[in-house]
């Protein structure tokens, strides 16, 4: 039975890929910047002769065909940047790269992903169909290594019938799995404001206009925007995360910058508030004497899983873990690249569980001390074999 010899394999092959993980995780690079990991998967891949090529410079493609390959194409895919955060973790595979370190769980995709690949290029006389297997780059920086490969022909030739996607879930304890149905994760959006005057002494303000008390009022300001212009049952979140501006007591600075995010779970309501932004934005700045420069990044689309192949997937999740560790996740503000797959062909976005309380592995995605319960490495390369070699839609 296929199901029983892909677990057989993943438990086989555990250690050797939580070594790959190991090597992945101690050499992470950012986003547009994965030279070594792109030759590392490369050559992994080679290894299993299996064919790939590269996609927008460190992205890479491949095909396993299995049975009558034409009849079933479908597509698995998984990220490999990681974020400039500093790794607090003492543990032997810890990053050695200054500044950089993969806490968002992308080592663990990206591993995943190659023992899937393992798994069923073993397998491959004993499914039908072709897995089109997808390494994509710059997940984490508009505007999203996603939508490069799309536009450099990732999708097609040939064109798979859906695509899936596993993110590691610090929430959610190792051994069990969450799918949602239809839209799973918010737009995200970069707002970048520069407030400027001519400067001054901090005992005179009338002589210039106090681009910290500019700044200030526009923070607050911009919440009303959430507030009293979106529909309330429709999550949406503004929030201004950076604040740079002056550097001593007695100077009103001639310049303070702002950086925030914008996310939404309706693109209608979503370029509605852009608009509000700007024109909220650019009036009270004015109006107090200042100018303005400001710029929306439109970044990445919402996450919508296709009702037919989650569906179809959750049930298969249940036959390889059991029903009752295959749950519900929840809607979540953040953001995933990945939503650009699902504007092109049916999705599937699903979350490993990675959380191991006794082991005091509880830390957030996006956190110095990041990290999981290696034994999700089985369940996940599992998986994704399991799905990648059976789901029909």
């Known amino acids: 039975m296929l199901q029983q010899k892909i677990k057989a394999l993943a438990k086989k092959y555990s250690d050797e890929f939580i070594a790959v993980r190991h090597h992945l995780h101690a050499y992470p690079e950012l986003s547009y910047k994965e030279f070594e990991t792109s030759k590392f998967i490369q050559a992994k891949l080679a290894g299993l002769g299996i064919a790939y090529e590269t996609k927008a410079t460190t992205g890479i493609v491949a095909l396993i065909e299995g049975k009558n390959p034409s009849t079933r194409i479908i597509a698995l895919r998984g990220d490999m940047d990681a974020l400039p955060i500093q790794e607090e973790n003492e ?8 500044g950089v370190m993969h806490a968002c769980g992308h080592d663990v995709h990206t591993t995943c992903l190659l023992g899937a690949a393992k798994i069923l290029n073993e397998t491959k006389a004993e499914w039908e169909g072709t897995v089109k297997l997808i390494f994509q780059l710059g997940e984490e920086k508009n505007p999203g290594g996603a939508s490069l490969m799309i536009n450099e022909g990732v999708l097609e030739n040939p064109r798979p019938q859906g695509i899936l996607a ?6 959610l304890d190792f051994g069990k799995l969450s799918f949602r149905k239809g839209r799973v994760m918010a737009s995200a959006d970069e707002i970048y404001i520069t407030i400027k005057s001519k400067g001054g002494h901090a005992a005179a303000p009338h002589l210039t206009a106090d681009t910290i008390l500019i700044a200030s009022q526009l923070i607050v300001s911009l919440q009303q925007i959430v507030a009293r212009n979106n529909n309330p049952t429709s999550p949406s979140v503004l929030s201004i995360c950076s604040f740079q501006g002056g550097h001593t007591t007695n100077v009103i600075p001639n310049e303070v910058k702002l950086m925030g995010t914008f996310r939404a779970m309706d693109e209608t309501w979503r370029y509605r508030a852009h608009e509000l932004i700007k024109k909220q934005a650019i009036g009270l700045v004015e109006s107090m004497g200042a100018e303005i420069d400001l710029l929306i990044d439109v970044g990445y689309p919402t996450v919508d899983n296709d009702e037919k192949l989650t569906t179809e997937a959750w049930s298969l999740a249940e036959s390889y873990m059991g029903k009752e560790n295959v749950l519900e996740t929840e809607l979540r503000m953040g953001a995933e690249d990945f939503g650009f797959y699902t504007q092109q062909v049916p999705g599937c976005f699903f979350r490993l569980g990675v959380r191991n ?3 005091g592995i509880v830390h957030n995605v996006h956190t110095p001390k990041f990290n999981i319960d290696e034994r999700a490495i089985e369940t996940g390369m599992g998986i994704m074999a399991w799905l ?4 029909n839609s």
């Open 166 to 171: 596993l993110h590691v879930h610090p929430g």
């Open 357 to 359: 309380e006794e082991k």
């Open 388 to 391: 990648g070699a059976s789901v």
């Open 91 to 98: 543990v032997a595979y810890r990053s050695v790269n200054n």
